[in-house]
């Protein structure tokens, strides 16, 4: 786990709050990603990053706003949130988001919790 | 389209007795194939990956999974279950093709319980 690492592992906020997650990879990657995970359902993929290039935006509401400055940082700034986004959040990277066996390898989360 | 399919929510095993989580698959595409576990309040970790060199992949902690094109399935075993196995396993999907940008397939996750 100490190659992707999430902070803070847990956070509280309103919903008039702004706070950011932060995620680093220390594995030499090129691709980054967050995922959402909520109680009984499946994993959800919020935004790719490639190369720094945003690749994907799974229909994520402008709530959730990512940032990739460079390749082994990746944040999530959050504004007014709702209770419903309260979930685990999950960062990962691999080596390219293109590359035909590319292996996604995963932090330890932060629980979001909106009250 | 792709999907991946765990055949049981929920699968219980004494400590010391075999370990089988099914999973199967669809794929328009020749897929690459991962297991996953995370326990409680804690990240994905990868088990081990298929792909689509040997079909027995062996990973971390004495796991295995054989990729059975024939069956689409991609089950994971482990011949004696310990108790640290207690977790989430999540089979998961990708298809091999270029432009997929990382687009995974979960599926809906098998929780392992150990009995002493």
């Known amino acids: 786990e100490t190659g992707v690492t999430q902070t803070p592992r847990h956070l509280v906020m309103g919903m008039t709050n702004k706070k950011s997650l932060k995620c680093e990879q220390h594995l030499g990657h090129n691709a980054m990603y967050w995922y959402k995970q909520s109680a009984k359902k499946p994993l959800e993929l919020m935004f790719v990053?490639?190369?720094?290039?945003?690749?994907e935006n799974n229909s994520v509401p402008s709530r959730f706003s990512p940032e990739c400055p460079n390749s082994s940082h990746l944040f999530l700034h959050l504004h007014t949130l709702q209770p419903e986004d309260s979930a685990l959040y999950l960062c990962a990277s691999s080596q390219d988001a293109g590359g035909d066996t590319d292996t996604q390898y995963f932090g330890p989360g932060t629980r979001l919790t909106v009250l | 389209a792709q999907s991946v399919t765990q055949l049981d929510s929920h699968v219980s095993v004494s400590e010391g007795t075999p370990v089988l989580l099914r999973c199967n698959y669809s794929s328009s595409y020749s897929p690459s194939l991962f297991w996953y576990v995370q326990h409680p309040n804690k990240g994905l970790q990868l088990l081990l990956k298929y792909t689509s060199a040997a079909t027995l992949v062996k990973g971390i902690n004495g796991f295995e999974a054989e990729f059975k094109k024939s069956e689409t399935s991609f089950h994971l075993t482990k011949p004696s279950a310990h108790m640290s196995d207690a977790a989430e396993y999540f089979c998961?999907?990708?298809?091999?093709?270029?432009?997929?940008?990382?687009?995974?397939?979960f599926g809906q996750g098998t929780i392992l319980t150990v009995h002493p």
């Open positions: 990053y490639n190369f720094k290039e945003q690749t």
């Open positions: 998961v999907g990708r298809p091999r093709a270029r432009g997929s940008y990382g687009k995974l397939t």
